[in-house]
């Protein structure tokens, strides 16, 4: 199956999505600060033919509009809420990875009822870490941009599969290939994260949940087990041989577990909390 690209417009802001259709029920895409949606392909192609899968390039990436004024957390989920709303999608289940899998988190915490389940992908509420829009911005700086040639790039952000999806974000344009966003975005796009936890949105989230971490450390051990002692509904499992970009290193266990939780969020009297 391939993709139709469909527009959102939420208060002049151009959201840009891939929708794979499908006839069964619906799931929402989330990348990471500095990706785009095609790192999902592959899943969105797994599990378009049962499912009608929506991959959304999020504001300031992709083609999505790339210098938005507002890059809040609130701005993210009110995006996700109009992508739900504008394609006609009912009680999706919401995934996200990373920065992706944060924005997924606040949507579920912050609109009960509008999802039927949320998968999070090395994601988490966090900590403050008012050091990280500078880390981000030098990982950013350090990017030799242009890169001359897309197998350059591949090569850069490690090869393989992870290095293809990376180069999946670049663009060709005057002699080289550049990344789809802007530097200055990304980090003000961390602003919040840097200030703040987002314990309490956790707390409040009522959806069933899966929550998928590899060994990368990003959403350390005592804050996963802080995560189930909060809500000890939540379905966890961490996948070994993966670093932070799940999704890409280890696909086919990302698909298999995230095909079983869709399966059992299906009737969703079986993760019901009982009273």
Do not use: K
Request: proline share 7%.
């Amino acid at each position: 199956m391939t993709w139709t690209e469909r527009t959102v417009v939420r208060e002049g802001v151009r959201i840009s999505c891939r929708d794979w259709s499908g006839s069964g029920p619906p799931v929402v895409l989330l990348h990471g600060l500095a990706g785009h949606a095609g790192e999902w392909d592959t899943l969105a192609r797994d599990l378009s033919p049962r499912y009608r899968i929506v991959a959304v390039d999020q504001r300031g990436h992709g083609a999505s509009e790339r210098r938005p004024r507002d890059v809040s957390r609130a701005a993210y989920v009110a995006d996700a809420v109009a992508v739900i709303g504008q394609l006609g999608m009912h009680r999706p289940v919401l995934a996200g990875q990373s920065l992706g899998g944060h924005t997924a988190l606040l949507t579920a915490s912050a609109h009960p009822g509008l999802l039927r389940g949320l998968v999070l992908v090395e994601a988490g509420p966090g900590r403050a870490e008012p050091n990280v829009p500078a880390e981000i911005g030098a990982m950013l700086d350090a990017w030799p941009t242009p890169f001359p040639s897309r197998r350059a790039a591949v090569e850069f952000f490690g090869g393989g599969a992870v290095g293809e999806g990376w180069a999946g974000g670049l663009e060709e344009r005057d002699g080289g290939w550049w990344p789809r966003f802007d530097r200055d975005v990304m980090v003000e796009a961390l602003a919040e994260n840097a200030r703040r936890s987002f314990w309490d949105e956790w707390a409040g989230i009522t959806c069933p949940t899966l929550v998928v971490l590899g060994q990368s450390g990003i959403v350390p051990v005592h804050e996963s087990e802080a995560m189930l002692q909060r809500r000890p509904e939540t379905v966890a499992l961490s996948v070994p041989e993966a670093g932070h970009d799940v999704h890409l290193e280890r696909p086919e266990v990302l698909h298999q577990v995230f095909r079983e939780f869709l399966e059992q969020v299906g009737d969703e009297r079986r993760l019901r909390p009982q009273a």
